[in-house]
DNA sequence: AAAGCGGGGAC
DNA sequence: GTCCCAGCTTT
């Protein structure tokens, strides 16, 4: 990718006035602190801006410094993400954070080989954080970034291939400038996240559109090239709401794999091959309840990116306490459910239960 | 290089 | 319904 040097200062000129003016008001660039703006980021993963703000408020007000952070317990943290998805961010940002403050005596590293280490923190995030917190000279490639590039030179690269993202990030490399490193990869982001859009991109506001070649060849709209993802594989599964004494049976999910570690109501793959009553049967017998089941069942889906429950939620009464407790589970005081923090789709079951807020 | 990992909003 | 988002880790 060969880039004259007139157009490039004047791209780099036009897009930092263009932030300068227009950037949006955000929380997290208030105040200059890496703190901030490492959570901020890791929140951002994946994630609209919309959807993080008021999550990014109450983390930080809950732990306002590294410190807080890192003295806080696990289900506290996991606690303040719950419903923003994605939850193994929350751990790992707990680790990086408890790994700053025992190694690096509370300040996030500057340099690139040592903050990289950190858990979670990939080359987008290294990049985020060295040029915005610490005003370093060095590409932050995100989806924003790849679009804006993919349209502004034109490519037929498939964005949606990893060697794709190394091949942007040297072209990043290119067109940093010297001066405000940090408000120009945040000025690429901005343009695509407001005016670069994914469909319909307001190519009239557009500060760079007279350099634009994807603009100029009238194919912005069908830019950036990307393959489609493929459809979640479908599942069926049964979550048991299972009460005695007052109390609900809750269950840690297993340490990897599909909500790993997070809270749930016990699930079980269903057993296509009998009906679902047999199953369930089969399960209080697996685990000695003698239970009134009851009649009704409430049948919901939940999409996950890469899975589609079908899932029956059903509820039963133990009728004498249960000889042993099932795997990674406890029983919690009906009153108390709520305070552990559940993913959206046991939300959705313990909702129907009768526990909400 | 590809798969797995949440949830939401825009259309 | 489809697309995709201020991506990272594991396989």
């Not at 990939?122 to 060295?130: N, S």
């Not at 599942?235 to 749930?264: C, D, E, H, T, Y």
Request: proline share 6%; with cysteine; charged share 25%.
């Amino acid at each position: 990718m060969e880039i004259g040097d007139n157009r490039l200062h004047d791209i780099q000129e036009m897009l930092l006035q263009w932030y300068l003016e227009n950037q949006r008001d955000l929380p997290w660039r208030r105040h200059s602190n890496a703190y901030y703006t490492l959570v901020s980021e890791i929140m951002l993963q994946q994630t609209k801006v919309a959807t993080v703000i008021p999550y990014f408020e109450r983390f930080i007000k809950r732990f306002p410094t590294v410190y807080d952070l890192a003295d806080a317990s696990d289900d506290d943290v996991v606690k303040l993400w719950e419903g923003l998805g994605y939850y193994s961010r929350a751990r790992n940002l707990h680790a990086a954070i408890k790994e700053v403050v025992a190694t690096y005596d509370g300040v996030i590293p500057n340099e690139k080989e040592k903050i990289s280490k950190l858990k979670g923190i990939g080359p987008y995030t290294t990049g985020a954080v060295l040029s915005i917190a610490y005003k370093q000279k060095v590409p932050a490639v995100d989806g924003n970034v790849m679009r804006v590039f993919s349209r502004l030179f034109d490519m037929e690269d498939d964005i949606a291939k990893p060697a794709t993202r190394k091949k942007m990030e040297a072209i990043a490399e290119q067109i940093i400038p010297d001066r405000s490193p940090g408000d120009f990869n945040q000025a690429l982001m901005e343009l695509g996240a407001t005016v670069c859009t994914p469909k319909s991109p307001e190519c009239l506001f557009c500060p760079i559109r007279n350099f634009c070649k994807g603009y100029q060849a009238g194919r912005e709209h069908i830019l950036p090239i990307k393959t489609k993802a493929k459809a979640p594989k479908k599942a069926s599964v049964i979550m048991f709401g299972v009460k005695w004494n007052n109390k609900l049976l809750v269950q840690k999910r297993p340490s990897s794999g599909l909500l790993a570690n997070m809270w749930a109501l016990p699930t079980e793959n269903r057993m296509e091959e009998m009906p679902y009553i047999s199953q369930i049967e089969e399960y209080c017998e697996m685990n000695q309840y003698s239970a009134k089941i009851s009649e009704d069942v409430y049948r919901f889906e939940h999409i996950f990116s890469h899975r589609h429950w079908k899932i029956i939620l059903i509820s039963m009464e133990l009728s004498e306490n249960p000889v042993y407790l099932p795997k990674r589970s406890i029983w919690v005081d009906e009153q108390s459910v709520l305070e552990f923090a559940f993913p959206k789709v046991y939300q959705k079951a313990l909702e129907q239960l009768g526990y909400r807020n």
